[in-house]
């Protein structure tokens, strides 16, 4: 196997599957831009699923059976956690077994920008559905449309408290006294559109929570199944100015429009285009290649799918040397596609072994601390106590594989080219295969793509 097809299966991918390296046929970067002809690969596997606006229908219901409970509250929060867990247990089975490895990164690229977190304690009950609604729906279209649907969605609306945002001259605003929440305001700024150097202010931000005001959640339950409502009386009248340019009074019309400007804004080019170059090439991703980037999403108007090919049509992002560091839950996910993907069902204790596995190494997927996400460095991921415990979960999985491959030949298959020889060394001169698969998994090769 040539170190293209590795790249392309590592770098890309979720790890170097059997399935995948067949898939390749020689044509390692076609393989990858086939994957970007359709969002159903990465939707498919979730269909049947509730809908969130299904779940707060039901959350009445939830709260009735919960006072059957001495303490309603903790029993809530169980429910609300077994809702969660059936959304992760085929959440992970699609990471273990996705014939479209690429595009699920892009999934979970995109997811992680824009971060939501079950910490929050309100968000146990509708963090399932946002990736699968707002995220995977959107990760081939336009930029513009993926904000708008992450900012609509009541998962974000709570996370970041524009749900309870209130205009202090609407008319609620008015009769209640409460006010504006700059919260989702300052983090679509800063976070998911022009960035922390993207020239916006202090004023900014507020005018931007203004035009927000009346974005919330459809707690009553009527037919909108992604549980998303514009109250009018909660919106802040009048008109107001955010970067330099004036929105006249529209309602729920403005706050569409300016975001739409700020998914054009050229800071927003620059920003996206050096997320994506630091996730797929390295921590300190070239600056022509981040140029290259932001000029394709300048010119087609912030067209994810032809910023996807613009990253595998990236000399920088071929380069042979093994720089970005796995996360937790890229190594656990490719440690299961190497060594045959998924199984038919994932049971209690299978999943309760995984989620533990996550926990101890840092990295329980929907948990991130804060709306920053997970960091995309190897500093945050490459001290010496989390190796250790990577290479300690690398033996406990070796030990319960009955059926094993030879090490040695999983070894060349995985990695081919890019593996060092002081551990193709290791891996050959192992005690037995157990060990020997241990080493593989633990060496730094298998835990860098």
Known sequence: MNADAILAAHRFGLGAGRRDLEAMRGDPRGWLKSQCQSV??????????????????????????AKASPDDQIKLQQMGR????????????????NPAPFLERLVWFWSNHFTISVLKQRMIFVAGGYEREAIRPN?????????????????????LDNAFSIGPDSPAGRFTGRGLNENHAREILELHTLGVNGGYTQTDVIELARVLTGWSVDRQGTDND?????????????????????????????????????????????????????????????????????????????????????????????????????????????????LGGGQQTLGDQQFKGLADS???????????????GWPDVASAWAGPAAIMERAQWAHALAERIAAKSDPTVLANAALGPLLSAPTRDAVMRAADATQGLALLLASPEFQRR
């Open 40 to 65: 159903e690969p990465v939707t498919r596997p979730f269909a049947g699923q509730k809908s969130t606006g299904e779940v707060i229908r039901a959350l009445p219901e939830y709260r009735q059976a």
């Open 358 to 372: 996550l926990r101890i190494m840092g990295q329980v997927p929907f948990t991130a601390q804060s709306p920053k």
């Open 139 to 159: 990760v081939l279209g336009r930029f513009e449309d993926l904000l708008i649907a992450t900012v609509r969605h009541p998962a974000m609306l709570l996370y």
């Open 226 to 338: 992604n549980g998303f409502k514009f109250f009018p009386n909660r919106h802040q009248p009048g008109t107001k100015t955010l970067l330099g340019k004036t929105y006249a009074e529209a309602g729920e019309a403005e706050g569409r429009q300016a975001l739409i400007e700020l998914a054009r804004h050229p800071s927003t080019a620059r920003h996206i285009a050096t997320k994506l170059a630091r996730h797929f090439i390295a921590d300190e991703p070239p600056p022509q290649a981040v140029a290259r980037l932001e000029r394709v999403f300048r010119d087609t108007g912030g067209d994810l799918k032809a910023m996807a090919i613009a990253i595998v049509d990236e000399p920088a992002a071929w380069q042979p040397s093994l720089t970005k560091m796995r996360t937790p839950i890229e190594f656990v996910v490719a440690a299961a596609r190497l």
């Open 82 to 97: 077994e809702l969660f867990i059936n959304e992760m247990r085929p959440w992970m089975k699609n990471a273990f077994e």
